[in-house]
């Protein structure tokens, strides 16, 4: 079934009957409308319902003509035939039965039903509409043939041809009753060919009946696992919509609930003066929040939001109970334990078929075989008997030995035969139950997934439902974000007006810049004509130079009026300013007090009679220190807000004029609006709100402080003990190292004390730690970035002041739990130590 080829050969199954229905159709050719055009035959095409897989789906025909489903569609076909076998099986023993007469052989089938999707088949099967509604008749009750064996009672013709066969004389009496020996075999043996020929024509038709089951099989789970993929998209998109149902759910019971509560708040928050004396401009009264709000329009649609609310609350919890009336009428795991059961009847009965009826086969086929060897032992006999007449009575008796050792033959076959047609029967009856099944399946499955279908359009009415509901909540969503987007209203506002103030101080610092150089230009260029100029001559003025003499040109620009400025509310006197009681407002006070005019930030710096002239022009400059060394303690950075142009001022090299420091204090003001703005659409608090938290935590602080003086007093008492305890073993091993020098021979026996790193063969001094460890003192290596280097006590006696020792051995250890042996001097878990053994050199 190769796609470049010129034909491709594919089978349809069909549901309801597995009957396999080959088709062959070019490839340019194979689509989805000309394989129903084939099958309008077995089924009309407008009821025709196509599934390829696994995943069962209905197939497209760029899906059917692909190589990969072609290739599939193949491994499929090998899997059904189960004369094809596993190349990797080991072949069958050998058998008496293996072989039989006229040519029958003993094929080794396989198993059916015995593959798995792992080979990545697939199959393509067909299902009727007709078939699936409840009007649908039962299916024909299955009958396999041949039910009745048809037993010749007349043998056929002699082989055996007598002398005087042609003359008018009678045989003699003898050569008669010889040839009733004959036929009395032949019949026999034409009886027995009856047998073994029914015999084979009924295992066929039960092995093409088992394999039609086995596709009804196949079918069945196409249909379930196309239901599953139904079952398991329609769980899927109920959980997602009644997660999302039950969030906006939430959400707007909230708003629905609190929007009195909501309207109440806004009633106590006043407008911006500024804002109320605009309302009265224009004819209007507002003084809260809820002025600005249509109170009763929003509570008519409330009303309307609360109506569809309700509603949509009824519809979402009828289409839960229908959901659970289906999950409760479909009972999924029963009809699966059910379904496997068939399967497994379909397998009992292939086996049965491979192992009784194919023994009793070869039984029949081999009673055939002896008939058919008797005859001709017979006829040899009787030949002989009418050539040689002394040989007659012992053919007599030759002959009726052998009549009666084949006298239970016949019989044997025909009680065989008729267990044969008993398992046929067993058989067809199978498929018709199976048939009455499939069909009660497909009708099960075909009103759940209507029934699946149906929920699916109810979720998603429901969900434009809840869209739509969504968006009419949006009206009133406003209403409760009103009082935060009020407070952004305000710092919005506050923001442009910096900027706008912003951009026409730079405008005018630049204008007068300009005008300042023009006025320098002016005196240069007169200081030039009047000076070397008046010495050129008049070609310089009339031919090199023409504009050598003239004056710079006017800079007549002008920048676009800020119209929209005078459109904006001033909110820079109210509601934003720094409580007189926090640390910033205090600073900025304290400033404006010592000096009207000068900031904090020039508190400490001396002031000249040219310092009204000298100012920073940006940020960076701020951090230019001064000589005083009270500069230190005043503050940083103050707002920018509210200051006038005359208020910040610095010490500073740059000779810049009052132009250009208005420009800089606009722009920083400008900054400083951006800033809170963000601030406040990040944490939606104002900067105030930060500098009062700020405030109430500075006030605890202090209150805890107090508390903890005491605490912090006794460790200070506690470390003062720790100290004088230290010096006094640091004078000891100060003693204890002058005392080592001067002894000569410990010198020359040691050579140097380690510590800053320990090795075997190292001197090293320890000194106790003041711990003690199973009553013994506990001693650690005087050292040098090198800790918890501990003496192994083992071999010190009594509880010296010190030990002087050579190191003769070291172990590495890792401390555990506190309070256990494996961490005998408290250390930290996970604590690298060492313990040493030495071999002591001084002890005292």
Known sequence: MNASSSNVHIRVLAASTGVCYPITLPFNELTIQNIQRHLAAVIPKDDQILLLGPPYKVPKDHTLRSSETLASLQIGDVEDDPTKLDTSAPPPLPSSSSLTDNNRTNIRRKPILGTTEKTGSRRLFLFSKRALSDSAPDPVPCTLSPMDVHVPDVPDPSPIVYNNSSSSEPPPPLHVALSMYERSFMLHLCQGRAYADAADLRLEACRNCILEQEVMVRALRAAVSNLSDHWNNATRTRADFTTLYLEKSDEHGKILNGLDGVLEDLSKIPLHKELKTIARMNGRVMETLMDTVPVEREKRWAGQCQTSYSRLQGLYEELKVEFDNLVSSSNREEESKSDLESEELVKALDDEVEQIMVGLRNEQANRLNRLTNDHIEVVNVVLNAVQDGTKIQAAFDTLESMSKASSNILPSMQEDDLKLKSIMIKVAEAKTSAMKRMNVRLRQISLAQLKIQRLLKGVSGLRAALVQQCEDMTHLEHVFELTSAYRSFVSEIKRRRSYGEAVTAIANAMFDRLAKMRNDEVKSRERFLRGPGRHLMPSFFDIFVPTLATQPPLFAAQLPGMVEIDS???????????????????????????????????????????????????????????????????????????????????????????????????????????????????????????????????????????????????????????????????????????????????????????????????????????????????YLAFHSNCPHRYLSTDNIESNPDYVLGRIIH???????????????????????????TVEVLKGH
């Open 568 to 778: 904006l509310p001033n909110f820079s006197d109210e509601e934003n300013s720094f409580s007189s009681n926090t640390p910033v407002q205090r600073n900025i006070s304290s400033g404006q007090e010592e000096r009207n005019d000068a900031s904090s930030l020039t508190d400490s710096v001396p002031q000249t009679d040219n310092d009204d002239n000298e100012v920073m022009g940006s940020m960076s400059r701020l951090c230019v220190g001064s000589k005083d060394d009270t500069f230190a303690d005043k503050p940083l950075v103050v707002s920018a807000e509210g200051q006038s142009g005359e208020d910040i001022t610095m010490n500073s090299e740059n000779d810049v004029n009052r132009m250009d420091q208005l420009a800089e204090n606009k722009t920083l003001a400008y900054e400083n609006a951006v800033l809170r703005q963000a601030v406040q659409e990040l944490s939606g608090k104002s900067p105030q709100a930060y500098i009062d938290v700020a405030t109430t935590n500075l006030n605890d602080s202090n209150q805890k402080d107090v508390g903890q003086s005491l605490s912090i007093q006794e460790e200070i008492n506690l470390m003062k003990k720790e100290l004088e305890s230290t010096r006094t073993q640091l004078e000891k091993a100060n003693s204890a190292l002058a005392e080592i020098k001067s002894d000569d021979d410990v010198g020359k026996l040691c050579d140097k004390i380690s510590h800053s790193s320990f090795q075997v063969g190292d001197v090293a001094l320890f000194m106790p730690t003041g711990k003690k460890v199973s009553g013994r003192k506990t």
């Open 810 to 836: 070291q172990e590495e250890l890792i401390a555990g739990a506190l309070g256990t042996d494996k961490n005998p001097h408290g250390l930290r878990v996970g604590t690298k130590f060492w313990i040493l």
